[in-house]
């Protein structure tokens, strides 16, 4: 069965101070790894999709990277607006996805 | 662009009823997932459909069961409720056609059940 760890649970930073959330997975066949954002009281939003070692993305202040058991999301100078629930999920050859338990981040002003 | 859209956002129901969640997937897409989402357990897959057939399905029991219509709507049933029912579900559509889900899915915002 695919599984997914994100870490930490929870991370609470000082705007502008960076800092790295951590996915571990184990899955048969790698088809694709996805970060997504969810706030409050809404469906999470897509971010990114990797797709093989040593791939990167980026968007604004986030920058994904990708090896052959983990990927993280650094996030380089947060701003109060990026504190959500970061969830990381692998989709395997069944192409169902599997969702880790997310990371909450907190950015103080 | 609308987005998707899930009914209805909050009820609330007792153990033994049963209820039908709806979700209307973003223009043109036709594959729509259904996840549960709990503290505990984080989201978990149920079931996603393409065209008005179930290609996809997660370990939940029987009494979930869901169904997609002609113009790509989607309702799940829950019947029998427990107590642990109690979750955000949400609705994703994908604009895959042919080829299974990649991965990239549009939520809603979720139909929040509490089970008494």
């Known amino acids: 069965e695919d599984q997914v760890t994100q870490s930490p649970e929870a991370l609470r930073l000082q705007e502008g101070e960076s800092s790295s959330l951590n996915c571990s997975y184990t899955?048969?066949?790698?088809?694709?790894l996805f970060w997504y954002r969810q706030d409050p009281g809404k469906g999470p939003e897509f971010l990114f999709t990797?797709?093989?070692a040593g791939e990167e993305k980026e968007k604004e202040r986030l920058k994904a990277t990708l090896t052959k058991k983990e990927s993280f999301l650094h996030i380089t100078a947060p701003k109060p607006e990026d504190s959500a629930t970061y969830l990381c999920a692998v989709q395997g050859v069944d192409y169902k996805l599997s969702f880790g338990a997310g990371t909450t981040v907190t950015v103080r002003a | 662009k609308a987005g998707v859209t899930q009914t209805p956002r909050y009820l609330i129901k007792t153990r033994g009823q049963q209820v039908t969640l709806s979700c209307s997937p973003i223009s043109g897409h036709r594959s729509v997932s259904w996840y549960q989402q709990t503290p505990g357990q984080g989201l978990q897959f149920l079931f996603e459909y393409f065209s008005e057939t179930q290609r996809n399905k997660g370990n939940f029991p029987g009494r979930f069961s869901g169904r997609q219509f002609s113009n790509s709507r989607s309702e799940m049933n829950v019947s029998t409720l427990e107590l642990g029912d109690s979750a955000l579900y949400l609705c994703?559509?994908?604009?895959?056609?042919?080829?299974?889900?990649?991965?990239?899915?549009?939520f809603g915002e979720g139909s929040r059940l509490t089970v008494l």
């Open positions: 899955v048969s066949g790698l088809r694709g």
């Open positions: 990797l797709y093989s």
């Open positions: 994703a559509s994908s604009s895959a056609q042919g080829a299974q889900n990649t991965g990239e899915l549009f």
